[in-house]
């Protein structure tokens, strides 16, 4: 039984017995173009929730919740593409939906695109794209990309060296939620850079919350 391509919603569609209240609010939803519920309808078709798993439906309705957007929606739609998960793989659709995350403002997206470009296994690798990608990643709030986007400034990857440039979003990092093991990379580049920068006559920068979290380490 089709209940979900409804033009108007005046065609009172009927639902199978299966849907609960909440599903068919989101079927309604998602007809009238609330991109939130468009991608949760993708998720329902991708998985079979409480209904037949279909990959085209779930394609069908991720497209129109990122292209009406989405953010997420059009994460899923990279990923998807970019592993070969129900579909057929596809590199360049992956790197266009991330983009198109990345315009919505998604910095998981950004920090993806520059590991892409980082490492070259979809493309062409290109550094000058993966710090590009990176430092939009970092200014937009992601820790472990302003991680990323230090070690390149430091070692002079894609960019020209700046060790201050380089210590200041270490300290970024730090202030902001890091894994235990990114943490522990960060502080031992610190470490390393603080010396380096007193030698050169430069003042390294302090950063209040990122030395309470040091301590209680």
Known sequence: MTVHRWNKLSQNPVFPGSFTEEMKST???GAMGDADAQAVIGTIYLQGNGVPKNTSEAIHWYEKAA???NASAAMTLGR???????????NDAAIAWYEKAAALGDS???HRLGGIYAKGKIVSKDLNLAVFWFRKA???GDASAQLVFALMLRDGKGIEPNNGEALKWIE??????LSDENRAMALRTKR???PKLQTSGSKPPVNIASTKKETAA
């Open 67 to 69: 292209t009406n957007g």
């Open 192 to 194: 390393s850079l603080t």
């Open 138 to 140: 970092a200014k937009a």
């Open 108 to 110: 998981k997206a950004m």
């Open 27 to 29: 079927f309604t939803s």
């Open 172 to 177: 970024q990092a730090l202030s902001s939620d």
């Open 80 to 90: 998807l593409y970019v592993r070969g998960e129900h579909i057929d793989k596809d």
